[in-house]
């Protein structure tokens, strides 16, 4: 796993420390309220309850920005498809990259861990991710977290993360398990499109 395990800065979150129980439950009824929208939600709504659903668990975990990506069919680029920013922070840098140039170890590390999880950036950040550590030093990125999104296709079809520009974030895995949860959420009720999908 992807993420720092060293002694966390003091400017680091605790929304989620040990003793954050009640922050976990009140997680988890969002995570069951947002399930409840997506039952047989037409499918002209789709996109406007996922941006919405993005927002809120951003807000929840703080995060400045959140996104779900997809990834063209050889998965050479990646375009932002649904993304959240909160006011006052500075809009998504680029819909769109040519991630095998740009960030081949963050594709990498995502492909081979299923996730990239950080703390602490661009410190914890291994040299060969030289652009990575380029990008969280222009926009001023502090923590992250991003998992693949599959929708049935042997190779994910996308990514969902969050961003931290103002504070560090500290990550537990009940929290993990939960951002990778509702990604997958989305990304089933349409947030990401089956890539062997017919477009007949």
Not at 8 to 28: A, C, H, P, V, Y
Not at 183 to 188: N, S
Request: hydrophobic content about 35%.
């Amino acid at each position: 796993m992807a993420k720092n395990t060293g002694q966390k800065d003091s400017n680091t979150s605790k929304r989620f420390s040990i003793d954050g129980l009640k922050e976990m439950l009140k997680f988890e009824e969002l995570l069951a309220d947002l399930a409840a929208v997506f039952v047989n939600l037409p499918h002209e709504r789709v996109d406007t309850e996922i941006e919405r659903g993005l927002a809120l668990v951003g807000e929840f975990l703080g995060a400045d920005r959140g996104g779900i990506s997809q990834f063209s069919e050889d998965r050479t680029t990646i375009s932002l498809t649904h993304g959240y920013v909160r006011p006052g922070i500075p809009p998504h840098p680029k819909n769109t990259f040519e991630i095998d140039k740009t960030f081949y170890w963050y594709k990498k590390t995502l492909l081979t861990r299923g996730l990239v999880v950080f703390e602490n950036l661009p410190e914890d950040l291994p040299e060969e991710a030289d652009s990575e550590k380029q990008f969280c030093i222009e926009h001023g990125v502090k923590s992250n977290i991003a998992f693949p999104l599959w929708t049935g296709s042997d190779q994910p079809d996308g990514v969902i993360g969050f961003a931290f520009i103002r504070n560090k974030q500290a990550w537990q895995n009940q929290c993990i398990q939960r951002v990778q949860f509702i990604g997958q959420l989305f990304a089933g009720i349409g947030g990401i499109p089956d890539q062997n999908q017919s477009l007949d």
